[in-house]
């Protein structure tokens, strides 16, 4: 598999390399490229089978890069910020890795690209990853269960965990990732208030205004082991609009 790293920290193209090799000495990164310019520049005259892409470079967002080219091959985003997991993935994202990441991570993204080409070999990439889901399937023990979206209270991540939450505090754990999740759920109902949560308009019981824009939020049920949820100041305006809509 042909590889593109878009990056402009070279510890950081190094140590995604690095990763690739580990994980698949087959793996050949064709190039690693840092600006937008030169990203534009080099994908008008290649293709590869997949593109590492981080959402913030010397020059301007990679975003800008998908209007001045056209990209057919899946990407996966890499970044310091949780905010553009939409955008990423109505752009050929199939992934959406926050730094630091780590060679697990990497390698879920890769399969998760393996197993999409497996069952969509003549449909687009996004054409999965773009529909709503209503029902998730978890494991309790060695019984399979599919929970409606309405019976989820909210989504939270633990560690290298994702955990399920219903309104009866039935607790599962989801093979994704929080990035990977928020783009298939319908944000009429469900938002990512941090990095750690995804909550449903109904598990909110009560909300406090605290300084810099933030607000703690009272969930039900009640988390356990936290003890305050708190909408974080970079997600608080779209939080606010979120209610309002």
Do not use: C
Not at 129 to 154: C, W
Not at 167 to 181: D, G, M, P
Request: aromatic letters at 8%.
């Amino acid at each position: 598999m042909n590889v593109l790293i878009i990056e402009d920290e070279e510890l950081a193209a190094a140590t995604l390399q690095n990763m690739l090799l580990q994980i698949n000495p087959n793996i050949q990164v064709i190039a690693v490229l840092g600006t937008v310019e030169s990203a534009v520049g080099w994908l008008q005259q290649h293709t590869v089978d997949l593109l590492f892409m981080d959402i913030h470079l010397g020059d301007g967002e990679s975003f800008q890069i998908f209007l001045q080219t056209n990209i057919s091959s899946p990407v996966i985003f890499t970044t310091a910020y949780d905010q553009y997991a939409l955008k990423a993935f109505k752009n050929q994202g199939i992934d959406y890795l926050l730094k630091p990441f780590d060679e697990e991570d990497v390698r879920h993204a890769l399969n998760k690209l393996s197993g999409i080409r497996q069952t969509n070999t003549d449909v687009p990439v996004l054409s999965k990853v773009a529909t709503i889901q209503h029902r998730f399937m978890v494991k309790a023990g060695k019984l399979i269960k599919s929970i409606p979206s309405d019976q989820v209270a909210y989504f939270m991540a633990d560690g290298k965990y994702l955990f399920l939450v219903t309104r009866l505090q039935q607790n599962y754990v989801l093979e994704e990732t929080i990035a990977s999740l928020e783009p298939k759920l319908d944000h009429e109902v469900f938002f990512r208030i941090n990095r750690k949560f995804i909550i449903h308009i109904n598990a909110i019981s009560e909300m406090y205004k605290l300084s810099r824009n933030r607000v703690r939020i009272k969930l039900s049920p009640a988390p356990v082991d936290v003890t305050e949820v708190i909408v974080s100041e970079d997600r608080a305006d779209a939080f606010k609009e979120w209610l309002n809509q």
